[in-house]
T-cell receptor, first 114, second 111 residues
């Protein structure tokens, strides 16, 4: 049981290209999240989703697009990649949006934008 | 000023030592508190939740001080396997979007 899988795990792309990072969960958790992790900033929320077809912005949404047509998938698209989007991206799930639930993370997608 | 602040370390301590980290948060509306552990180039994983009365899990003890707005993590009898980065996490307003991560404290245990 893989839980959360992210793909690709590593990606190198060029400025201006479109990139999609995939996130798939097998648990049917309601909430899904995309974070980016950069040195000195900790994890910052990009977008999150409370259920299929419900998404909302986080702290740093600019330059990113998400969708959630199925409960188990939550892809993140960089419409026109920039060097500042070089980062490690983590997808996470949570059973509820309340304050007490554990976040479960995927293994991360390491993106380099040249 | 960051909403959740941690000493980045690194803390370099000998095996068997006791080590403690603090984490301060600025928003008094914060409701839930956690410590996550992140190994090098891996995903974060929940270490423990932090309850108002304090809680213990084996060698790990977490404390919350709402008046001074900080949480702490104490590790006793440290092991080599405790080497990792420890992330302080604060949840505001019981809202999914208000989960704030600290930048983490690096801990290195030496033999």
């Amino acid at each position: 049981d893989a839980g959360i899988t992210q793909s690709p795990r590593y990606k190198i792309t060029e400025t201006g290209r479109q990139v999609t990072l995939m996130c798939h969960q097998t648990w049917s958790h309601s909430y899904m999240f995309w974070y980016r992790q950069d040195l000195g900033h900790g994890l910052r929320l990009i977008y999150y989703s409370a259920a299929a077809d419900i998404t909302d912005k986080g702290e740093v949404p600019d330059g990113y697009v998400v969708s959630r047509s199925k409960t188990e998938n939550f892809p993140l698209t960089l419409e026109s990649a920039t060097r500042s989007q070089t980062s490690v991206y983590f997808c996470a799930t949570r059973t509820s949006g309340g304050g007490t639930g554990e976040l479960f993370f995927g293994e991360g997608s390491r993106l380099t934008v040249l | 000023r960051k909403e959740v602040e941690q000493d980045p370390g690194p803390f370099n301590v000998p095996e068997g030592a006791t080590v403690a980290f603090n984490c301060t948060y600025s928003n008094s509306a914060s409701q839930s508190f956690f410590w996550y552990r992140q190994d090098c180039r891996k995903e974060p994983k929940l270490l423990m939740s932090v309850y108002s009365s304090g809680n213990e899990d084996g060698r790990f003890t977490a404390q919350l001080n709402r008046a001074s707005q900080y949480i702490s993590l104490l590790i006793r009898d440290s092991k080599l396997s405790d080497s990792a980065t420890y992330l302080c996490v604060v949840n505001r307003y019981s809202s999914a979007s208000k989960i704030i991560f600290g930048s983490g404290t690096r801990l290195s245990i030496r033999p």
